[in-house]
């Protein structure tokens, strides 16, 4: 485990070169700066940290400040691998992140708030978070997902699962104009569901409520072993079941 005081700074020499610190005791009192390069200049691979505080991804400008973890590469925030952030805390941004690979994010109860409107998100995974928060400016793959609180995914794009999404609170799903496919046989939301797209489908495996939804294409909602309720209006332009 690292036990660390004072400010942080990890170098890796090489292009694409991964920076993984993720031993589950990791205890950092100041900033973290991971860099690509000497000066920040090169690209990076997969990021790996855990901290047993909260997490700020930060600018590379900003330093020497409890939770911050700066990216620093030849551009800010841009991950050319994986990125697994696992925190004692909340998880939040003060910069776009850019992430070719998976995101995994773990913060057991704590929030977690990733909606900046430039993020670039591939497949987001969620072990654990209490109010979650994502926002993506194209489309978006939701990983599988334990939330304890509300979730609310906006996307300039389409918006599918490729993982169960087990979510107590209540799930917002907002990408007008793109097709939302939560299909999963397995996943579970626990409260309203609501949702702004084009063509929808939405599973449960158990029953479901539908909140609030504007969609502009045809909604397809299955409820495998319960009723299907709705709480709020219902806004469909093309065919339901």
Known sequence: ALIITGASTFIVGTTTSNIVLDHAS??????VTMKAGTSGNLAFGNIGFVDSAAVVIQTSADTNANGE???DGSTDGVVGGTLSIKANGDITQNIDLA????TTLEAGSNAITLNRPD????TVIITSGG????RDAGAIILGAATVTGTYAVTAGGAVTNS???EITGIT?????????????TTNNFAAAVKITGAVVTV???NAINLGASTVTGTYHVTATAGDITNTGALIITGAST
């Open 99 to 102: 992430v070719a690979g998976t």
């Open 26 to 31: 990791n205890a950092f009192s100041n900033s």
């Open 69 to 71: 973890l700066l990216i």
């Open 163 to 165: 993982g169960t999404q």
């Open 203 to 205: 599973v449960d495996e």
């Open 172 to 184: 917002t799903i907002s990408a007008s104009g793109y097709n939302v496919t939560l299909d999963e």
């Open 119 to 122: 993020n670039n998100f591939s």
């Open 131 to 134: 109010d979650v928060a994502l």
